[in-house]
């Protein structure tokens, strides 16, 4: 479980939410819960081989995944999932 | 007239209608302006550019903004100067340098910041703002004090204390942040999106980061219309190496080179700072980031948004990305000054100190005409130096006192 933070972009496809509370223990099942819930989502952050795109930047509790153990990040309750645009770097507060 | 026609992802293709975005809606790629080239090539000649300003707005066509009426935005026509002092130290031939501290705050940053002020101008913004390590903070306060725009600069806070004075110096807004480049870019992305502001690497980065091929332009120019074989550039975010790159090219696009230029790019980080050349000596694609650590503050940024564009250039052009200590940094600096008289600053000690790794490696040949860009004045960086230059020695004013310091030199008579 995870609170995730949706850009701006992406906020069409979850009703507008600009964050969402998700089930799951890794960043990467979080992420493909939301594909699940919002169909849709998915495309837009993973290439076609399954691949985080690489301008969307993903940070855990304002870490980037990439310092992490990537998809395989675990989370827990208090984590906070933030999705942003790569070429600022931007990491959305809401 | 300009003739910049529609922002376009770089990622997918999608296009855009030109206005104040950067990312792509679809897949978050950066957005690139694209050009009518057909009609720049009937627009544009030699003979008109050598007509035009002594500034970039002599390729205006080429840039995706009006030239601004003034003087106000005025950068760049930098001197490109023969090395030959440095070139026979390195065991080089035929060796250039695009001499970049001539600029009006002293780095290329004022190449960027002209064309990406003249946008935010053309938008209606009346706020310039950026996230800077230091030379984007000069050159955005001082353009905006000249425009008459207010200006907001956000700076790491452990920036070289020269680099904050000579942008509080224009009365804008310098804002201190408690953290490295990449989190003061952080921070600005979300202010982007909360005040309207035209935040020159944020928000208007498309038009702005065209602004670097003004250095391509010249340099070719310089040359009487010819371009260099190998270059060596300095990488930050990458955005200047890719451009440069870019530049090139489109000058055979609209006839005026014409032969399809042929140019080897080579890149320069610091080992502190250095993904693009672990990245490419490695022999992966991904850009891995890191955590900054060098005294090469103007190139610390350890998540370069254009990595991925400049490795590819850098490989598509059978170039080399090599990485260069501090002490290999402050001895760069050095070797600079000492043999051509030009003062740069870390960036250019890490240009020189790559350039020489590189010779030494048979990557820059002694048969190549090579062109090192030198993007910032050393007066920017004192504190690099500083613990490494000091007075030869001090004496009592006598004669005496002279001839006992140097007795080996030999008096005029």
Known sequence: ?94 | MSLGTALRCRECGREYAIAPIYTCEWCFGPLETTYDYDAIRGSLTRESIAAGPASIWRYGPLLPVEAPKGNALNAGWTPLIRAERLAAELGLGELWLKDDTRNPTNSFKDRVVAVALGKALEFGFKTAACASTGNLANAVAAAAARTGLDSFVFVPSDLEAGKILTTAVYGGNVVAIDGNYDDVNRLCAELAAEYPWAFVNVNVRPFYAEGSKTLAYETAEQLGWETPDHVVVPIASGSLLTKIHKGFQELHKVGLLDEEPVVRVSGAQATGCSPVAKAFIDGVDDVHPVRPDTIAKSLAIGNPADGYYALDVIRSTGGACGSVSDDEIVEGIRLLARTEGVFGETAAGVTIATLKRLAEDGVVRRDERVVAYITGHGLKTLDAIEPHVRVTTTIPPSLDAFRAAFPAVAEEV
């Open chain 1, 1 to 94: 479980m995870a609170t995730v933070r949706i850009p701006t972009q992406l906020r069409s496809l979850v009703d507008g939410a600009s964050e969402l509370t998700v089930d799951g223990d890794t960043v990467g099942d979080v992420l493909k819960a939301l594909d699940a819930a919002h169909p849709g989502f998915g495309e837009r952050l993973f290439d076609e081989n399954g691949k985080l795109r690489r301008f969307v930047n993903v940070f855990v509790d304002d870490e980037d995944l990439r310092f992490l153990q990537g998809l395989d990040t675990p989370l827990t309750e208090r984590s906070v999932v933030s999705i942003v645009p790569a070429v600022a770097g931007g990491c959305e507060r809401v």
